[in-house]
T-cell receptor, first 114, second 113 residues
Framework: DGGITQSPKYLFRKEGQNVTLSCEQN?????MYWYRQDPGQGLRLIYY???????QKGDIAEGYSVSREKKESFPLTVTSAQKNPTAFYLC?????????????FGQGTRLTVV | AQSVAQPEDQVNVAEGNPLTVKCTYS??????LFWYVQYPNRGLQFLLK??????LVKGSYGFEAEFNKSQTSFHLKKPSALVSDSALYFC???????????FGAGTRLFVKA
């Protein structure tokens, strides 16, 4: 089945730790995105990538890092510099075409600081 | 500033009644508009989108949305609500010519049997 796979589903981080969230897609999409979801705030864009080996900061990139070494993969690292990392993280992908293609979302990773 | 507003945090409707979830936007240029639905602890699922053409857009699960350019609105509607429609609904807009999508804060829909 085609789709986006995020892992793990739940992740616990200790203070000062870096953690990496995995996102893999087999849809052959060029564009990939990471969003953070907090209650009552909708989705906020962390990073996005339109092509391998290139990515851009979104609206809340501080304390996060990404890589795009393969078209299929777009891992997100939550660093110790992110002061409030507890949230639901969503990865998405889309084709790149004029006209606003819809995004396909993974099932999300819930990160909790313990 | 470019933004999307969903003025209702929650909408309650009885099963079988029509439902409306409101969305207004403020972006430059001609926007591309979307509705997504999210079930608990899941990712978002695409419902429908407006790109151009007919102002009434039909989507998945019997949902439809009406684009109103003068009121800068894109309200989601369904003629007859089901209990299974209970979920969190997000309106989203991509400014024309842009790459980033802006999401509203979401509206929680409760359909009572």
């Amino acid at each position: 089945d085609g789709g986006i796979t995020q892992s793990p589903k739940y992740l616990f981080r200790k203070e000062g730790q870096n953690v990496t969230l995995s996102c893999e897609q087999n849809l052959n999409h060029d564009a990939m995105y990471w969003y953070r979801q907090d209650p009552g705030q909708g989705l906020r864009l962390i990073y996005y990538s339109q092509i391998v080996n290139d990515f851009q900061k979104g609206d809340i990139a501080e304390g996060y890092s990404v890589s795009r070494e393969k078209k299929e993969s777009f891992p997100l690292t939550v660093t110790s510099a992110q002061k409030n990392p507890t949230a639901f993280y969503l990865c998405a992908s889309s084709i790149i075409v004029e006209g606003g293609p819809q995004a396909f979302f993974g099932q999300g990773t819930r990160l909790t600081v313990v | 500033a470019q933004s999307v507003a969903q003025p209702e945090d929650q909408v309650n409707v009885a099963e079988g009644n029509p439902l409306t979830v409101k969305c207004t936007y403020s972006v430059s240029g001609n926007p591309y508009l979307f509705w997504y639905v999210q079930y608990p602890n899941r990712g978002l699922q695409f419902l429908l989108k407006y790109i151009t053409g007919d102002n009434l857009v039909k989507g998945s699960y019997g949902f439809e949305a009406e684009f109103n350019k003068s009121q800068t609105s894109f309200h989601l509607k369904k003629p007859s609500a089901l209990v299974s429609d209970s979920a969190l609904y997000f309106c989203a807009v991509r400014p024309g010519g842009g790459f980033k999508t802006i999401f509203g804060a979401g509206t929680r829909l409760f359909v009572k049997a």
